[in-house]
């Protein structure tokens, strides 16, 4: 059986503590051991992984790859290139496909296809409700048995409080978490950016933080009630991590991720009109982008997730208010969150844990986020002081809707590795 060696990298894993320069070596698609000195003889091929950092493979609880059903923006295939070449190992993606994932048969096509293609985990998010509806609930425990991590309805969770505890409570008994896209779609209908001086300024309908702030405060009072995991989605706004700060310490089992547009952009980014910055939740305020990366600091914020949200160039070039919500963000993970550990935000194993450790805890996978002997050989090698520019020759995915297109990047995944194989390289 063929050994692979990494060598002599600086290894970083917040599930054993460590960081410092050593070995791994891989055999069987798991890791066999983690030491200094381990020789090149042992293995059949080996990586020298000197200067780089080694972590665990990243893992991102919230994308869409379209597929099946819009294919031409994304397909499980394209995403998952996209997705190794930005160091992600494992992928969690949204139900709102063509058809919904509301039904094992949807799943399984997602699995199956994913194993096919081989290069990460695909896990699948399953919907809450039938066709994302609002108004019966999915078949949520075959789709548990088909292979999904999480249930959610993404920006469509139900209105219908009823319904939304009657998931909440099987979500509970089936041990799987809910994933919400908390807002107010009374309060924040008709708007396309945050409302503030610069939806004033540019004459367009804008959608107010406390929409965010209240379909924060319902779902997590209903997670209460019924003792459910709920995981809030992109949170953007100071008055949602206010909520959940409070109910974290009221004990309710409440998880959160912010993107890295989140902590990165300002509402200023569609001053220009420019459409690739156009997501939901919108890009804020100076203090809110300010608030979600002091949440990361102090550990209110869990996880670091993408939302990748690929759409076509013709859907993005209309005008604004006629265009998409949705950016992606595969590729741009790694040296957007680098920012937070240069800025003094985070320690470089605070953002792994981040990136890694904690996101396998929320969906339960235990032989993922760490480089424990016995655990998958899932694992990203990266370079976070080489620059480049982001065009559109280094973009994997079908989509080009970023705000970062032309931007220079500091932070390079180098190597990519799933189940013990190198499924990317960049040297």
């Known amino acids: ?22 070995d791994i ?24 992984a000197s200067g780089l950092i080694v972590s665990p493979g990243f893992i991102d609880l919230h994308s869409h790859l379209r597929d099946p059903g819009q294919e031409w923006k994304e397909d499980i295939e394209s995403g998952s290139a996209a997705a190794v070449a930005g160091g992600i190992t494992s992928v969690c993606c949204m139900a709102n496909t063509d058809p919904v994932n509301d039904n094992p048969t949807v799943t399984r096509y997602i699995i199956e296809k994913a194993e096919k293609v081989g290069l990460c985990d695909v896990f699948p998010v399953g919907a809450i409700t039938k066709g994302l ?7 949520i425990g075959l789709m548990v048995k088909a292979g999904i991590v999480a249930i959610s309805d993404d920006g469509e969770t139900p209105r219908d409080s009823k319904i939304l505890r009657n998931a909440m409570d099987y979500a509970r008994s089936l041990g799987i978490p809910v994933f919400t896209h908390s807002e107010d779609k009374s309060l ?34 209903i997670a209460g009630l019924t003792g459910a995991h709920i995981h809030v989605c992109h949170v953007s706004s100071k008055g949602a991590l206010s909520i959940i700060e409070w109910a974290k310490k009221k004990g309710i089992n409440v998880t959160c991720e912010i993107t890295p547009h989140h902590f990165t952009l300002t509402e200023e980014a569609v001053l220009e009109f420019d459409t690739n910055a156009k997501m939901c939740p919108p890009l804020r305020s100076k203090e809110d982008v300010e608030a979600c990366r002091k ?31 949705g950016i992606i963000g595969f590729q741009t993970l790694l040296p957007l969150s680098l920012e937070l550990v240069r800025k003094g935000y985070l320690t470089l ?16 996978k235990k032989d993922l986020g760490t480089l424990k002997p016995g655990s998958k050989a899932n694992i990203t090698i990266f370079d976070p002081e080489e620059e480049y520019t982001l065009t559109r020759n280094e973009i994997r995915s079908k989509s080009f809707n970023t705000p970062f297109l032309g931007r220079k990047l500091k932070g390079r995944v ?10 990317y390289k960049n040297v």
């Open 349 to 364: 194993s605070e953002l792994i844990k981040r990136l890694s450790t904690t996101p396998a805890r929320i969906i339960r």
């Open 188 to 221: 924040s209908a008709g708007g396309h950016v945050n409302e503030g001086i610069v939806s004033t300024k540019l004459g367009i309908p804008g959608m107010p933080s406390e929409a965010e702030d209240i379909g924060t405060m319902r779902d997590i009072l």
């Open 414 to 423: 180098k190597f990519t590795i799933y189940s013990g194989k190198i499924v």
């Open 133 to 139: 509806k609002g108004e019966e609930l999915a078949e």
């Open 1 to 22: 059986m063929r050994r692979l060696l990494i060598k002599g990298g600086f290894v970083v894993d917040p599930s054993q503590g460590i960081e410092k320069v050593c």
């Open 25 to 48: 070596l891989i055999e069987g698609g798991k890791v066999i051991k983690v030491e200094e000195g381990i020789p090149n003889t042992e293995a059949s091929e080996v990586i020298d």
């Open 295 to 325: 949440a990361l600091e102090s550990g209110l914020a869990d996880v670091i997730a993408t939302d990748h949200a690929p759409h076509s160039e013709d859907e993005k070039l209309v005008e604004f208010c006629r265009a998409p919500f």
